[in-house]
C-alpha cells in the first residue's frame, strides 16, 4: 500500500468507525426519506425525450412543427372482417365515433384530426363552370342509400385511397397528431394515460365486423408500461436467486441479507436520487436500476467475503475483522465505482435527452453504492455476531480447502503454454469482432418496433395497415423551400416534380405525395383525365389555377406557398431503408442547386429516425473510447504501473467489441436503448478486474512468483467474483423471457457481457500479466 493510500486511510477510518452510530442514523434516516422520494417516482416518457433536438434535421423539424405538424402521430384504422367496403351505415358510424373520441383525448393538436368525417378532407372536381369542392362526407350527413353512394364518388374523387381509405376501400383511418404538453394543463402529456384511452377505443368499437388496429409512439410506450409488472416479477425472481446463492456463498443466511440489503439500499437512493432531480422513470431505462442492483451485490459480496476470510482465518471478531476488510478494499473498490460513474457520465455526450437521463440515473445508482457499500456496509459487518462462530469457520474453511483444487487449476493460465493459447484465443476473437463492426447496425435492423416482439399487438397492427394503405406507417417529410410564392414558378416545380419521381422509384419508397402530383391531376381533369395533359405548364398564368383549389390543410404547402414538403412513405424504418432514402434526397439536392429550391431534411418520423441514427453513429465511438480512456487512467492513478493498465483494460475492450460483434450477428441495432449496455457492462468488468489485480500486485510485492501470486489473488477475491458473475448470469437469465423485445435483447448482450467479462478477468488478465511480466514467471 502507497504512502497516498496510507494517508487517505488514516483520515477515512476513524471518520467512518469512531461514530458509527451516528453516522449510520443519519444514512438511515436518509435512507427512509428517499424511499418515500422513491414512492413518488412516477412514469415519464416524452416522444422529444427520444429525438436529438441540436441535430439539424431536428431544427427543420422544429421550425416548420406548426406549419406542418409533427411526428408523433397516432393512427387508428378501422378495417371490415367480413369482406364487405366501407359504404355501409354501421362501418362510418363507427368510423365518426372513432374520429370524435380521437378528437377529444389528451394532448391531442384537434387541428390535425385526420378522417373522412373531418372538414379538411375534400374533393375537387372540373365541372363546367371551373372547380367544384367540398366535404367527402357531406356535413348534413344521413346514411341514405343515396348518401352513401354520394361517398363513395367523393372518395375517388379527392385521391385519398391509399391514405385514409385502404386501397381496397374496405377500411378507413383516423389520424392525429400529438402534443408534447397537455394544451390543457400545460403539463407534460401523459403517454401512459393516452395509450390506456386508446385501448379503451378499440374495446368499445372493436367488433366481430370491424377490427381496429392502433400505432403510434403512445402506444408503444403504454404497452411497455404494461409489461412492468412482468419487469418486477424479473426484478423479483432476480433478487430471490441472488440470495439463494449468496446464502450457498456466505455459508449464513444472515450474512447472506446484507450485501442484498446493502445494494437494494442503493437503488432506493437511486430511485430517490431521481425524484429529487426533478425526473421520473422512463420505462425504456429499467435497465438502469437492475445495474444498479447487480454492482451492488458485486461489491457486497467482495466485502462479506473478505470480511469472512478475517474472521474465519484469522480469528477476529466482527469489528476488526470489518475495520480490516474496509482499509483492504476500501480504495479499490471506490475507485472501481468513481470509475463506472465516470465511465456512465461519458454517455452524456449523446446529444438524445433519455439517453443523458440514463447517464445521470447511472452515475446518481453508483454515487449511493460508493455510500451503501462502503460505509453503511462496513459499519453493519462492525456490529454482526454470528450466532455460532466455530461452525461458520468449519464451513468457511471446508469451503476453502474444496477451492483451493479449483484455484489450482485455474492459476496455471498465468504459466507459460495455457497463457499463450488463451492470447491465441482473444487474438482470434479480437480479428472475429473487428471483422463483424462494420456490419453494426445503427438503428432498427428489422421491420416492425424492436421494444415490441414481433408478434406483438402493435406489430401485428402496424402490419396490417402497411398491407392495406399505400402510405405505410413511416413517413419522411422533405421541405422544399422555394421561395414566396413558389408554387407558381414553373422552374421550382418542375424541380420538386423531378425530386417526387426520383423518390417514388427509390428502393424502399412505398409511395410519394407532393403539390406538382395533385397540380398535374387537376390538369388533366380538366381534358377528361387524358395522361397526355398529365403535366405541369410552363408558364406562371396556367400554374396559377392549378394549385389554388388545393387546401392547406393537406399538409402539402403553407399560406405562402413558400414551402412545399414532399411526403415520402417507405416500406419500413430499417437502418437500410433510411439510409438509402436519406442519401438520395441528399443527392439530388447537391445535383439541383441551380433550381432555386432546397430540398431540406427531415420531418416525420422517418426524419426523427435519421436524425438520431446519425448522432449515435457520430459519437457512438466517441463514447466507448472515453468510457475506456477513463478506465485506463484510473488504473493507472492507482496502481502506477503500464501492466496493471494492459492488464485491466485489454479484457474490457476485448468485451466491448465481441458485444457488438454479437449485435451484428443477432441483427440487434445499437439505438438509444441498446447504446448504454455497452457502458454498463463495461461497469461490471472493471470492478472484477480491479479486484483481482489489487490482489495480484500486493502478492507480487511480496515476493510471490506469477502463479503463486495468482493463486492467492483468486483464493482471496476470484471467488467472489465468480459468485457474482454466476449469480448475474442466472438472474438475468430471466429477462430472455421477457415479453418485451429490447428487454430480452439487453438480457441477451448482459448475459454474453457478464460472461465475457468474467473469462476476461479470470483467464485473460494472468495471461497478459504473464507476457507483460516476465521477470515474474513460475520457475
Known amino acids: 500500500m502507497g504512502p497516498t493510500a496510507t494517508r487517505i486511510l488514516a483520515f477515512v477510518v476513524p471518520l467512518v468507525y469512531e461514530r ?9 434516516a436518509f435512507t427512509v426519506w428517499m424511499f418515500m422520494l422513491a414512492l413518488r417516482l412516477e412514469p415519464d416518457a416524452g416522444f422529444e425525450k427520444q429525438i436529438p433536438l441540436q441535430h439539424p434535421y431536428m431544427q427543420i423539424f422544429k421550425q416548420y412543427e406548426q406549419a406542418f405538424g409533427g411526428a408523433n402521430l397516432i393512427s387508428i384504422a378501422l378495417l371490415r372482417r367480413d369482406g364487405g367496403d366501407i359504404y355501409d351505415a354501421h362501418f362510418l358510424e363507427t368510423l365518426r365515433q372513432v374520429t370524435d373520441a380521437v378528437f377529444f383525448l389528451p394532448g391531442v393538436d384537434r387541428s390535425r384530426v385526420t378522417s373522412l368525417f373531418t372538414p379538411g378532407v375534400r374533393y375537387i372536381e372540373v365541372v363546367e363552370g371551373g372547380f367544384a369542392s367540398g366535404d367527402v362526407v357531406p356535413r348534413n350527413y344521413r346514411p341514405t342509400p343515396q348518401t352513401l353512394a354520394l361517398i363513395r364518388e367523393n372518395v375517388g374523387k379527392a385521391g385519398i385511397i391509399g391514405r385514409l381509405v385502404s386501397a381496397d376501400q374496405r377500411g ?8 408534447e404538453h397537455d394544451p390543457t394543463t400545460g403539463e407534460r402529456l401523459d403517454y401512459v394515460r393516452v395509450a390506456a384511452q386508446l385501448e379503451d377505443i378499440r374495446r368499445r368499437y372493436e367488433s366481430e365486423t370491424i377490427g381496429i388496429h392502433i400505432i403510434g409512439f403512445a402506444k408503444v410506450v403504454g404497452d411497455v408500461t404494461d409489461a412492468s409488472g412482468e419487469v418486477a416479477a424479473f426484478f423479483g425472481i432476480a433478487l430471490l436467486l441472488t440470495m439463494a446463492l449468496l446464502w450457498l456463498f456466505c455459508g449464513s443466511f444472515r450474512l447472506s441479507l446484507l450485501p442484498l440489503g446493502a445494494a437494494l439500499t442503493a437503488v432506493v437512493w437511486e430511485l430517490g436520487l431521481l425524484r429529487l432531480a426533478g425526473f421520473g422513470l422512463d420505462p425504456f431505462a429499467i435497465l438502469v436500476p ?5 454492482i451492488g451485490v458485486s461489491h457486497g459480496v467482495q466485502y462479506i467475503n473478505a470480511w469472512g476470510h478475517e474472521v474465519a482465518e484469522n480469528g477476529r471478531d466482527s469489528y476488526e475483522a470489518s475495520v480490516e476488510t474496509f482499509r483492504r478494499l476500501f480504495i479499490p473498490g471506490t475507485v472501481a465505482i468513481v470509475t463506472d460513474v465516470i465511465g ?3 454517455l452524456a455526450f449523446i446529444q438524445i435527452e433519455i439517453v443523458r437521463e440514463m447517464a445521470l440515473n447511472a452515475a446518481m445508482g453508483m454515487a449511493a453504492v460508493i455510500v451503501t457499500n462502503k460505509l453503511m456496509l462496513p459499519i453493519v459487518l462492525s456490529w454482526v455476531r454470528l450466532p455460532d462462530i466455530e461452525k461458520f469457520r468449519h464451513r468457511a474453511q471446508r469451503r476453502a480447502h474444496i477451492g483451493d483444487r479449483v484455484w489450482r487449476h485455474l492459476s496455471v493460465f498465468a504459466t507459460g503454454p495455457y497463457a499463450r493459447v488463451t492470447l491465441a484465443g482473444a487474438a482470434a476473437a479480437l480479428l472475429w469482432a473487428l471483422s463483424m463492426y462494420p456490419q453494426l447496425t445503427v438503428g432498427d435492423s428489422q421491420v416492425g418496433v424492436p421494444e415490441l416482439r414481433p408478434d406483438s399487438r402493435y406489430n401485428q397492427d402496424s402490419r ?3 398491407a392495406h394503405f399505400a402510405i405505410g ?19 421550382k416545380m418542375e424541380a420538386i416534380d423531378r425530386f417526387t419521381w426520383h423518390m417514388r422509384n427509390t428502393e424502399g419508397v412505398q409511395s410519394v405525395s407532393s403539390l406538382p402530383m395533385i397540380a398535374r391531376q387537376v390538369r388533366a381533369g380538366w381534358f377528361e383525365e387524358a395522361p397526355k395533359w398529365r403535366v405541369l405548364p410552363r408558364n406562371q398564368a396556367a400554374l396559377a389555377p392549378l394549385v389554388a383549389p388545393v387546401p392547406t390543410a393537406l399538409g402539402l404547402h403553407n399560406p405562402d406557398c413558400s414551402v412545399m414538403p414532399v411526403l415520402v412513405f417507405t416500406t419500413d424504418h430499417r437502418a437500410e431503408t433510411i439510409d438509402r432514402v436519406i442519401e438520395r434526397v441528399k443527392r439530388f439536392d447537391a445535383e439541383n442547386r441551380g433550381s432555386g429550391v432546397t430540398f431540406a431534411l427531415a420531418s416525420g418520423n422517418i426524419g426523427v429516425m435519421a436524425a438520431t441514427n446519425e448522432e449515435i453513429r457520430a459519437r457512438e465511438l466517441l463514447v466507448i473510447i472515453w468510457v475506456h480512456a477513463t478506465l485506463g487512467l484510473f488504473a493507472w492513478l492507482s496502481f502506477r504501473t503500464v501492466a496493471s493498465v494492459v492488464c485491466i483494460l485489454t479484457p474490457l475492450v476485448l468485451c466491448s467489441l465481441l458485444t457488438y460483434g454479437l449485435m451484428a450477428t443477432l441483427g440487434i441495432g445499437m439505438k438509444p436503448a441498446t447504446l448504454p449496455v455497452a457502458a454498463f457492462g463495461v461497469g461490471i468488468g472493471v470492478d472484477y478486474s480491479i479486484y483481482l489485480w489489487s490482489v495480484l500486485a500486493a502478492q507480487l510485492n511480496r515476493g510471490h512468483d506469477l502463479q503463486a501470486a495468482y493463486f492467492e489473488a483468486l483464493r482471496h477475491t476470484g471467488k467472489a467474483v465468480i459468485f457474482t458473475s454466476a449469480s448475474l448470469i442466472v438472474s438475468v437469465c430471466t429477462w430472455l423471457f421477457s415479453g418485451l423485445q429490447f428487454q430480452a435483447d439487453m438480457g441477451l448482450l448482459l448475459l454474453f457481457m457478464f460472461s465475457a467479462n468474467l473469462l476476461g478477468a479470470i483467464l485473460l488478465l494472468p495471461a497478459l500479466a504473464y507476457l507483460i511480466l516476465p521477470s515474474r514467471r513460475t520457475a
Request: with cysteine; hydrophobic share 65%.
Open 20 to 28: 458509527r452510530r451516528l453516522n449510520f442514523a443519519i444514512l438511515l
Open 464 to 466: 396490417t395497415i402497411a
Open 473 to 491: 406507417v413511416d413517413l419522411l417529410k422533405v421541405l422544399a423551400i422555394a421561395g414566396e410564392q413558389g408554387c407558381v414558378d414553373p422552374v
Open 290 to 294: 437492475f445495474l444498479i442492483l447487480s
Open 344 to 346: 456512465f457520465a461519458t
Open 172 to 179: 378507413a383511418m383516423v389520424v392525429a397528431e400529438l402534443l
